[in-house]
Structure formats: structure tokens, C-alpha cells
């Protein structure tokens, strides 16, 4: 099986700008959930996204937006870019094979550098 | 609200050695604790999981123990080798939600 695909790899935008970001979770997988990757932050959740639906949201203001389309792709868009919203974004696909059998998967991330 | 610290935040062991990374939670509803390892310029790999259910996992060099009373769990990884070098993130998840560790580098030094 294919793993979690995410593209582009990099992307360098300028403040104001607006990005979208694409992920394509593992045949079958129907969870996808994006988080934030920094150096001094860590890993934060952005949001999950399962059967088109958010089902989770974390701690980001609304210029971070997501969605997920009928075949389990999913997209995140980050409007008015600043500075700060430079970071290796990750995809992550989850497979729930009944609550004893949840496993996530990540993606390779695409690295955003905000000029 | 709900975190998950892990130490240490940097680990340098000699090839050979053992190295021991430790996470606490605090969400009770936690009942999943996996465990990625990170390589420059690549995602978050999963290497090892726990369910609340047990105390103790192993996988040839990789094994995690879990205490729930004191919410706390650690990954050991006996016999190091140069390619263990990368950043190691415990997670701790309830119900469809994951907090992941603020990380540990490991360097193993041949």
C-alpha cells in the first residue's frame, strides 16, 4: 500500500499570501488530521477531518481552515500567511480497525517558508 | 488543559548502550500511547505502541512500559546503533484526539 502522500514538499510564500496544502491518506483510511511541526513548538493538532466532516479542531485561528472531499483527500488552507505560520505541516492518516487497533500514519509533511 | 511532558529533551548514549526516554500524561481518557521516530527531513514514523490494557511491549531492540496509575510510560531501546540517531515523540491519545511530546533528540555516538 501506498503511504500518506502530501504535496508540494516545499513551498515558500510571502506574509499575505494564502497556501493550500494537499494530503492523501492510505487507501482506505477515511481520518485525516493535520498538525504543525516547529522547532521551539513541537507537533500541534490543527484538525481531523473524517467522512468529510471536522471532527476535532485545535488551538488555531480561523486562517487555518481544512476540508476533506468524498475520496478521503483532504486540503488545508492558510490565509493571510505570516511570518510565524512557517513550519513543516504534517498529514497524518488513521486507521481505526475497532477501538483496540488505531494506528496513525504520517505523511512526509510539506516544509512552508513564510518570507 | 490536557499535555503530555517528555524528557529528556536531548539524550547522548554510546553505541551499544541502552537509552530510556520517559512521557507523563495527564488526560485519564488516555487509553493509546504510540511512540514515532523522526529522520531529517522526513514525517513522523510510527515504531512501537501501548494500549492501556497492557504494561509492557517489546520489539527486538524497542520496548515500552506502561504505568497508568502514575500515568507515566517509556521507551527503551537496548543495544544502540548509529541509525537509532533521530528525534523520538511519545503520544498519548483518547478519544480520537492525540497529544504528542515536545520530542527527544537521541544521539548515538560510535
Known amino acids: 500500500k501506498a503511504g500518506v502522500t502530501q504535496t508540494p514538499r516545499y513551498l515558500i510564500k510571502t506574509r499575505g499570501q494564502q497556501v493550500t496544502l494537499s494530503c492523501s491518506p492510505i487507501?482506505?483510511?477515511?481520518?485525516v488530521s493535520w498538525y504543525q511541526q516547529t522547532p521551539g513548538q513541537g507537533l500541534q493538532f490543527l484538525f481531523e477531518?473524517?467522512?468529510?466532516?471536522?471532527?476535532n479542531k485545535g488551538n488555531f485561528p480561523g486562517r487555518f481552515s481544512g476540508r476533506q472531499f468524498s475520496n478521503s483527500r483532504s486540503e488545508m488552507n492558510v490565509s493571510t500567511l505570516e511570518l510565524g505560520d512557517s513550519a513543516l505541516y504534517l498529514c497524518?492518516?488513521?486507521?481505526?480497525?475497532?477501538?483496540?487497533?488505531?494506528?496513525?500514519?504520517f505523511g512526509s509533511g510539506t516544509q512552508l517558508s513564510v518570507l | 488543559g490536557e499535555n503530555v511532558e517528555q524528557h529528556p529533551s536531548t539524550l547522548s548514549v554510546q553505541e551499544g548502550d541502552s537509552a530510556v526516554i520517559k512521557c507523563t500524561y495527564s488526560d485519564s481518557a488516555s487509553n493509546y500511547f504510540p511512540w514515532y521516530k523522526q529522520e531529517l527531513g522526513k514525517g513522523p514514523q510510527l515504531i512501537i505502541d501501548?494500549?492501556?490494557?497492557?504494561g509492557e511491549k517489546k520489539d527486538q531492540r524497542i520496548a515500552v512500559t506502561l504505568n497508568k496509575t502514575a500515568k507515566h510510560f517509556s521507551l527503551h531501546i537496548t543495544e544502540t546503533q548509529p541509525e537509532d540517531s533521530a528525534v523520538y515523540f511519545c503520544a498519548a491519545s483518547g478519544t480520537y484526539k492525540y497529544i504528542f511530546g515536545t520530542g527527544t533528540r537521541l544521539k548515538v555516538l560510535a
Open positions: 501501548i494500549r492501556s490494557n497492557v
Open positions: 487507501s482506505g483510511h477515511r481520518s
Open positions: 477531518y473524517f467522512s468529510e466532516t471536522q471532527r
Open positions: 497524518a492518516s488513521r486507521f481505526q480497525g475497532g477501538a483496540t487497533n488505531e494506528k496513525l500514519f
